[in-house]
Nanobody, 121 residues
Framework: QVALVESGGGLVQPGGSLKLSCVDS??????MAWFRQAPGKERDFVAAINWTGGRTYYADSVKGRFTISRDDAKSSVYLQMNSLTSADTAVYYC????????????????WGQGTQVTVSS
């Protein structure tokens, strides 16, 4: 049973950094991803890492600023976010699925409850 719990959100100033964590208590070992949803907007793909950890994929808007990683010993996936701007303000969701990476939210069957990230001075 996959159960995802995110943490690490909060308020950060523009240009700052934040690291999000997601624990899979079901220890599924699935491919993992981060999505985000700003108020009044659709849920967008941010980054993903495959089940072996050997392949990562990023949205163009976060390339070079965000880094996704996983620690299977801790059943956790992380999102290190640097050089944050107000455009990064959103609720960030952790998601899991078996095998392949997809950028479409509907392809991911398992979701966490989300964690709020607010970038503001």
């Amino acid at each position: 049973q996959v159960a995802l719990v995110e943490s690490g959100g909060g308020l950060v100033q523009p240009g700052g950094s934040l690291k999000l964590s997601c624990v899979d208590s079901g220890r599924s070992g699935y491919t993992m991803a981060w999505f985000r949803q700003a108020p009044g907007k659709e849920r967008d793909f941010v980054a993903a890492i495959n089940w072996t950890g050997g392949r990562t994929y990023y949205a163009d808007s976060v390339k070079g600023r965000f880094t996704i990683s996983r620690d299977d010993a801790k059943s956790s996936v992380y999102l290190q976010m640097n050089s944050l701007t107000s455009a990064d303000t959103a609720v960030y969701y952790c998601a899991a699925r078996p095998q392949a990476i997809f950028t479409t939210p509907s392809a991911w069957p398992y979701w966490g409850q989300g964690t709020q990230v607010t970038v503001s001075s």
